[in-house]
């Protein structure tokens, strides 16, 4: 959360109140992450580069992919930086997972794990992010403007590609919101547009959540339930939310409180 002065970022566990300080990132970002002592800032889908910060630094550090990747997004799995790259050539599009690096060199490291992800997987989407649950990684395709559908891919390392799947093992993955107006290139003009990250995944031991769901939220004062075994979807409106009386522009969407934080 920043701070009004913008001269920081303040981070607040809403139960116990607990709370760190850091300097606020120089460029604009739509995306935390944080691992251990390590906080990453980032705008995924149309940036190469991630500002990265220890709790205690004065200040943030760059690191950019070289060209002509774009990380699409990022993930923490098992100790190491996952990332989702992107490239253009002729045939088209290109993504491919990678280990990302942040080198003293102001460079992103790539390692690249296997081939680039299916052409057909690929097609229809609007966007990709990338989440995990019972410590396997997975690819979640948003496809269509609203979305229409989600298609969830499992990544097989002995085989080096993704797997479409439609079973989580009892499992629910988390998605939220975000919307994004900046400025990400300092030489061309403002940046929109919206997506999701991934929040969460919880076990089958948890009660009162449908196994093999994907939650998601969205730009409104609602959440949607999409079953992955068959596309269907409910969904709810988010009542007596704090701020419910702003009118949508100013609205921010709900977000999602999990029973690790209690």
């Known amino acids: 959360m920043a701070?009004?002065?913008?001269?920081?970022?303040?981070?607040?566990h809403l139960l116990t109140g607990e709370q760190f300080r850091l300097p606020y990132p120089p460029t604009p970002?739509?995306?935390?992450?944080?691992?251990g002592d390590l906080v990453l800032a980032f705008v995924p889908t149309v940036g190469s580069a991630v500002q990265y910060c220890r709790l205690g630094d004065?200040?943030?550090?760059?690191?950019?992919?070289?060209?002509?990747?774009?990380?699409?997004?990022?993930?923490?799995?098992?100790?190491?930086?996952?990332?989702?790259?992107?490239?253009?050539?002729a045939g088209g599009l290109c993504y491919r997972l990678a280990v990302a690096n942040?080198?003293?060199?102001?460079?992103v490291e790539l390692t690249f794990l296997g081939d680039h992800l299916d052409t057909q997987a690929a097609h229809g989407s609007s966007?990709?992010?990338?989440?995990?649950?019972?410590?396997?990684?997975?690819?979640?395709?948003?496809v269509g403007d609203c979305p229409e559908e989600f298609h969830v891919f499992r990544w097989q390392s002995r085989e080096g590609k993704w797997t479409r799947t439609t079973s989580l093992g009892d499992c629910t993955?988390?998605?939220?919101?975000?919307y994004f107006v900046g400025r990400v290139v300092p030489t061309k003009g403002m940046t929109c547009f919206s997506g999701y990250y991934f929040a969460s995944c919880l076990g089958p031991d948890h009660p009162g959540v449908r196994r093999d769901y994907l939650y998601f939220t969205d730009a409104k004062r609602k959440w949607i339930e999409y079953s992955l075994a068959d596309g269907s979807c409910e969904e709810f409106v988010s009542e007596n939310l704090e701020g419910a009386a702003l009118s949508d522009s100013d609205f921010r969407p709900?977000?999602?409180?999990?029973?690790s934080m209690c």
């Not at 943030?60 to 190491?80: H, M, Q």
Request: charged share 20%; hydrophobic share 45%; net charge negative.
């Open 173 to 178: 993955l988390f998605l939220s919101y975000f």
């Open 127 to 142: 966007y990709f992010c990338l989440a995990e649950c019972l410590d396997e990684l997975l690819l979640i395709s948003a």
């Open 58 to 89: 004065v200040e943030w550090r760059v690191a950019s992919c070289t060209e002509p990747y774009v990380l699409e997004d990022l993930i923490f799995l098992k100790g190491n930086l996952h990332a989702l790259v992107r490239s253009e050539d």
């Open 29 to 35: 970002f739509c995306r935390l992450l944080l691992s």
């Open 102 to 107: 942040l080198s003293d060199k102001n460079t």
């Open 3 to 12: 701070s009004p002065s913008h001269h920081e970022i303040s981070f607040v």
């Open 254 to 259: 709900p977000v999602w409180v999990f029973p």
